[in-house]
């Protein structure tokens, strides 16, 4: 099916996916392939992607096409929810937050979890639960130092204690990929629990499907929201924005949490970068300042989050996310939604909840929907239009459900769609072009950037659902 090109060029991820900018950069590809063809390494626009070896061939197999993500003919997500309902228990079908058992939110009360998580502590919670008690033998969690085969400043790594998970604990907004995990395990027997974002969960669930033994080591996966991924580039311009140098930065730590705020969205980024006889720069940032802004302009997210309509991690055994709730947002300390797929999840967190290791509490589906709202907003109503500009460009998509998106946009939130589509096409260019100065930089998207901004304020304006 998919053996060669008509001059014999066998196809594969590079002409297939990466070649049309929907590569999200979960390096599944390079995790399955037999021929060792495909390695990650940082494109020159900070986005860890695919990229052929030379010392290797490729031999048109397809595998790498069967587990990718965002490759056209895989099956779509909710087929394979369907697949994994005999195993999770007795799920209800929902085509917002995917099939699940229960919802609930709350946090961890184990010593350090709450503080040192990004929400509530729960993923670290969950991820140590599993292991003490032996239902993994090793965890595979995104945590900080650098990873010598992409020089990337975070990444992948594995845990075999609680002590490493809990240095894995908060949320990596910077690219991380799967390769070396993939190839791990496939040569060691065990069971692993692995958290990745929606399109990595899709990735491993068709990588699952495909190979054996991944299907029969891979015990848990545990999924986070997910608004945008974010390029390498992200990071410098936080770092060049509070006075480090960005193409020294040798650490980033996102959602440290601060009390002085009234508000738990607000929290703080801390940059190290430099070396030598510079000497360190050490800064403490708020997340709403340069960090907020390029999220909410879609700067450095990569073109395939455009076509990815998975909000809540559809495929992943649990999945967890801020509770942007009103009865919850104002404790700085932070609580977690965690939407429960898999019945042994269920039963760890019950049993956890009767002893006091952790406080959660029920909430409503539309409660659950309405955390992530302005989430949806993006995924589910403007992606209508970036499929029309994608369909009219004749550009290949990934494997979509039309069905389950509004179709009724206003003249604002389609060209709102617009501005932002712009904005994501071009502010890797533009960094580079402003020799990663970050006035210069901004000064270069000053028409876009004002244009979204009111665009927003009269969106929000006009609809209640839209807003933030
Ligand atoms: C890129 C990104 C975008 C997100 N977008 C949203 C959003 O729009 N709305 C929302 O409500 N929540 C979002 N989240 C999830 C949220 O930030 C928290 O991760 C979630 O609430 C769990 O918090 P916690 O305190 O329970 O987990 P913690 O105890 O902090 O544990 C989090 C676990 O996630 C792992 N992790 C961190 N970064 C990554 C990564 N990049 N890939 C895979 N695993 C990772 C860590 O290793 C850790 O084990 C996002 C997270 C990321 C990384
Ligand atoms: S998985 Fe198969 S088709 Fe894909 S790059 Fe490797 S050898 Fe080629
Ligand atoms: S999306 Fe993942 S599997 Fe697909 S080409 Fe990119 S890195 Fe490979
Ligand atoms: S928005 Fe979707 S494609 Fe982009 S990083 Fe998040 S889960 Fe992956």
């Not at 590809?29 to 695919?50: D, K, R, T, W």
């Not at 692993?192 to 699952?208: H, Q, S």
């Not at 919850?328 to 300390?333: Q, T």
Request: hydrophobic share 40%.
């Amino acid at each position: 099916m998919f053996a060669s090109k008509p001059d014999d060029t066998p196809v594969n991820v590079c002409s297939a996916v990466v070649a049309q900018g929907l590569c999200c950069g979960c390096g599944m590809c390079a995790g399955v392939c037999p021929s060792q063809y495909l390695g990650i390494q940082f494109n020159a626009y900070g986005e860890l992607s695919p990229c052929p070896q030379p010392e290797s061939a490729c031999s048109g197999c397809g595998l790498c096409l069967r587990v990718c993500p965002m490759s056209e003919p895989s099956p779509p997500t909710d087929r394979i929810a369907a697949e994994l309902a005999p195993q999770w228990g007795q799920v209800s079908p929902d085509a917002v937050l995917g099939s699940h058992l229960r919802r609930l939110a709350g946090y961890s009360a184990a010593a350090g979890h709450r503080t040192n998580g990004a929400s509530g502590g729960m993923g670290t919670w969950i991820l140590e639960a599993l292991l003490t008690k032996g239902l993994v033998n090793a965890v595979a969690a995104v945590g900080p130092g650098v990873i010598p085969e992409t020089g990337a400043i975070c990444g992948y790594r594995w845990c075999g204690t609680a002590a490493d998970v809990r240095a894995c604990a908060k949320s990596a907004y910077y690219p991380a990929e799967l390769s070396r995990i993939i190839q791990h395990i496939k040569s060691h027997e065990g069971r692993y629990a692995v958290t990745a974002l929606p399109c990595a969960v899709r990735a491993l669930r068709l990588a699952m499907r495909a190979v054996k033994c991944l299907r029969e080591r891979i015990a848990f996966i545990v999924g986070l929201t997910c608004g945008y991924g974010m390029s390498a580039f992200a990071a410098e311009y936080v770092c060049a924005d509070a006075g480090g140098n960005p193409r020294q930065l040798n650490e980033i730590t996102f959602r440290i949490k601060q009390n002085q705020t009234p508000s738990a969205r607000v929290s703080l980024i801390r940059c190290v970068s430099g070396q030598g006889t510079d000497g360190e720069h050490v800064s403490l940032q708020r997340s709403d300042e340069a960090f907020g802004k390029a999220g909410g302009n879609r700067w450095f997210t990569r073109r395939a989050c455009d076509y990815c309509d998975d909000a809540f991690a559809e495929l992943a055994d649990v999945c967890l996310m801020d509770a942007w709730l009103p009865a919850y947002l104002r404790d700085v300390r932070g609580n977690t939604v965690v939407v429960v797929r898999h019945s042994a999840v269920g039963a760890l967190l019950d049993d956890a909840v009767a002893k006091g290791d952790i406080t959660l509490a029920d909430v409503t589906r539309d409660e659950a929907v309405r955390s992530q709202s302005p989430l949806l907003w993006f995924k589910r109503r403007l992606i209508v239009e970036r499929i029309r500009r994608a369909r009219k460009a004749h550009a290949p998509l990934p494997a979509l459900r039309m069905d389950l998106y509004g179709d009724d946009l206003s003249l604002l939130e389609t060209v709102y769609a617009r501005v932002l589509m712009h904005m994501r096409d071009a502010s890797p260019r533009a960094w580079l072009d402003s020799s990663k100065d970050p006035v210069a930089f901004r000064r270069r998207l000053r028409a876009p950037s004002l244009a979204a901004g009111l665009l927003r304020k009269l969106i929000r304006k006009g609809c209640r659902s839209c807003g933030e």
